[in-house]
């Protein structure tokens, strides 16, 4: 089991700047990918950013150059720098912990969400 908790969420004017927070209830360091996503109203939930225990990372099209994703293993904190917000980023912003186990079982463990929203 792993606990998430996100933090750093608000109101924002476009243009403007959030940094995202979640820290994990034990160490990130063995957890396979960490990811951020977002949920709309009215719309699936999407990934916009994932880091993996390597350091690689991936992200949205529509994020990409103005959203960084980051971890830091010794805080069990991932964090999701947000620049040049738009109106359209205004969602539930969901931190999500994937587990890859070597007998090839998945766990996936979530966060209860962070609110963000760029008003125009």
């Known amino acids: 089991q792993v606990g998430l908790v996100e933090s750093g969420g608000g109101l924002v004017q476009a243009g403007g700047s959030l940094r995202l927070s979640c820290a994990a209830s034990?160490?990130?360091?063995?957890?396979?990918?960490m990811g951020w996503y977002r949920q709309a109203p009215g719309k699936q939930r999407e990934l916009v950013a994932a880091?993996?225990?390597?350091?690689?990372?991936n992200y949205v099209d529509s994020v990409k150059g103005r959203f960084t994703i980051s971890r830091d293993n010794a805080k069990n904190t991932v964090y999701l720098q947000m620049n040049s917000l738009k109106p359209e980023d205004t969602a539930v912003y969901y931190c999500?912990?994937?587990?890859?186990?070597?007998?090839?079982?998945?766990?996936?463990?979530w966060g209860q969400g962070t609110q963000v929203t760029v008003s125009s």
């Open positions: 999500n912990a994937h587990i890859m186990l070597v007998s090839n079982d998945n766990y996936d463990y």
């Open positions: 034990k160490s990130i360091s063995s957890i396979n990918v």
């Open positions: 880091i993996a225990s390597g350091g690689s990372t």
